[in-house]
């Protein structure tokens, strides 16, 4: 395993610092969860997350209320490479676990802090989860309904982020480390994380002083038409079945014209080129969209992907987790027991 | 701007850079900290930089924004690797790289003589991370895929926009910048690996299971409920937050900090209706009827200011969030008291731009702007001369036979 011998004090929970460990104990590294007694901050549906999160990973329960659960927490520092948590900064510096404690008695420690706005600055105490977050970087104003209504994200993207950017610097700071020697600490802002998942947008509005627009479907990389998500037949009592399409160039016209068999209105000379198609491209969706209302979504991307066209279907919880045949040809469902001995699956 | 001499974590790494615009921000994750990296492009440039917004809307291959932000502190080399001599050039620079980084797709480096088996014979202790949109082998290994069709495929559209509504596309291209992250982290593991035994190995990254690997929810409620998770406009799964609207914007709603002092508040507004009585103390009881809840919060704060309500609501440790634009994120005190945006010199324009800066603040090896995106073939001459020897007269004729 790449990081044999590697060990990890992990003080993270909710959702982003446990995917940032998640990645080092997948890796081979020995990640230690100090768990306390937190209440059931998110209810029952929480613990469906755990398997996914914590898997890999051992787990020790520390009362950190007591000096005796610090001194605990403080020898097995001394025996780890990397400190990880993701409290605002008062938490570690009151049980004297912060970074300049730290090095104190492990010279070459890691700390990573992965707090939600930063350990310095005006709103380093704001309150924050990955909802928060997702709204003050504009990705809840932007991701709008048809409507301009607010309509994402349904979930925590923010902490998914936020983890990745942790992972990445987690791992980028052992690696100096092994060639120098030398520690550090790391204030990983979840927000500044998020911020940089934004994209080329930023640039947009630094340089050419433009706001950016509520997404939707039009092409973001390069141009295409028909581009966009389509309902397609019902799957059973299931009505919520859509594709996405992508047609590109006007090699991939002709290809999509001809696996959806040639029918007459492809004709029509403002579908003739893709600068028309895009212009027109509000009646070429209609007839998109009778054609994938009569086909099963899955049906539809295997003869539109046969035919060379970019083309998937909107894949759910049971698409993803039991149909996808990509995915368990690749083996990314990996199986687990619970703590109760029942069986269950992680992504891989 | 700093000069190349650094101090970043991973100084002395040395990457190729062979992907195109939907990978390209795999490698500059490495460049942001110190990697000597090399963005290898067709001659006239890669195709990212014909991709929108440009630089005062006016397109050229030196001013879009696009190429900008995913190649920071990368260095240009054109090469023609259709032709041999671009290949054999490429190998040479392969002797003395870490990492290779391509998204030709499955089975096409090996049919241009840049494959792992060619690669790893050249230089044994070469990581080589090849990403493709579903992998290099299996049933759908020859599907294409951009990132619309990726956030389908990897389950991040359906959880996304309104019941009975068409699923709403997320804000940037999230299955590219997970996949570029996952890259780099299983990259950065095998130069572990390749640490203790000297060899390389191969990575074969699926851009729809690292999207797949960037949602939230989905799989594990998945597996413990046996039923897939549906849209809920921005009503969080977990059920304590919802976006409402406001006298002049939207808020984000929070029920998860302390209902006492949330409570107070609404009914010293005369707005609190039926939250008054005992069961809403109850975490569960407020998770399970979240709508009826945000619709009274909605009512509460349909007269009053967005800012107003979140300065207090922040007082009060509640977790409630201006909903804001992004153009907002440029004036955010917090990001600017943490130096949050960098600008950067672009002196062929004699401009500077601010650009969003470091992701997380290290305060060992910091991240820094080594150097602005590269011109199409800035770094042609120091590469070829100074890393492989190449003459002035031999750098003449491949540019004359158009294979730099």
Known sequence: MALKGIRVVDFTWVVAGPVATRMLADNGAEVIKIERKIPGYMGPRKVGLQPDLNRNKLSVAINMAEPRGVELARRLVKISDLVIDNFSARVMRGWGMDYESLRKIKPDIICISMSGLGHTGPRRDYVSYGPTLQALTGFVRLMTDPNGEPAGFGYSFSDLAGGLAGGFAALAALWHRRRTGEGQFID????????????????????????????????????????????????????????????????????????????????????????LRMRNRDELDRQVAAWTANHQAEEAMTILQRAGIPAGLVQNGADLCTRDPQLQFRNFWAPVKRPDGSDTYVSG | MQSAASSGALAGLRILDLTDYRAHLCARLFADLGADVIKVEPPGGDRGRRIAPFVDDRPHPDRSLFFWFYNLNKRSLTLDLESARGRELLCELARGADVVIENFGPGRADAMGLGWARLHELNPALVLCSISPFGADGPYRDYLADDAVLTAMGGMLYVNGY???????????????????????????????????????????????????????????????????????????????????????????????????????????????????????????????????????????????????????????????????????????????????VEVEHPELGRSFRYPGAPCLMHGTPWRVYRRPPLVGEHNDAILRDELGLSREELAVLTAEGII
Not at chain 2, 166 to 180: E, I, T
Not at chain 2, 226 to 236: A, D, F, I, K, M
Not at chain 2, 312 to 338: I, K, M, N, T
């Open chain 2, 163 to 341: 019941p009975g509504r068409p699923p709403v596309r997320p804000l940037g291209l999230q299955a590219y910048h997970a996949s570029s992250h996952y890259g780099a982290i299983a990259t950065l593991c095998a130069l572990f690996a390749r640490d203790r035994d000297g060899t390389g190995q191969w990575i074969d990254l699926s851009m729809q299971a690292a999207t797949a690997g960037a949602l939230e929810h989905v799989v594990g409620l998945f597996f413990q409920n046996g039923q897939p998770e549906r849209r809920r406009g921005t009503l969080h799964w977990a059920r304590f937050f919802r976006a409402g609207k406001c006298r002049d914007g939207y808020v984000l709603h929070s029920t998860i900090g302390d209902w006492t002092s949330l409570l107070e508040w609404v009914k010293a507004d005369d707005a609190a209706q039926d939250l008054i009585t005992p069961e809403w103390h109850e975490h569960d009881h407020r998770a399970q009827h979240a709508e009826h809840l945000f619709d009274v919060l909605d009512e509460w704060i349909k007269d009053k200011q967005r800012d107003e309500i979140v300065a207090r609501a922040q007082l009060l440790r509640q977790p409630y969030a201006a909903v804001r634009y992004p153009g907002e994120l440029f004036d955010d005190e917090q990001l600017l008291a943490r130096g949050y945006f």
């Open chain 1, 188 to 275: 990983l802002s979840q927000m500044e994380a998020l911020t940089g998942y934004l994209g080329p947008g930023l640039l947009d509005i630094s340089v050419n002083g433009r706001e950016q627009s509520p997404v939707d479907w039009r092409p973001q990389e390069r141009p295409a038409a028909p581009y966009g998500v389509y309902r397609c037949q019902p799957l059973g009592d299931d009505d919520d079945r859509w594709i996405v399409i992508s047609v590109r160039s006007q090699a991939e016209w002709d290809r999509f014209v001809g696996a959806i068999g040639a029918p007459s209105w492809v004709n029509d000379a403002k579908f003739r080129t893709l600068y």
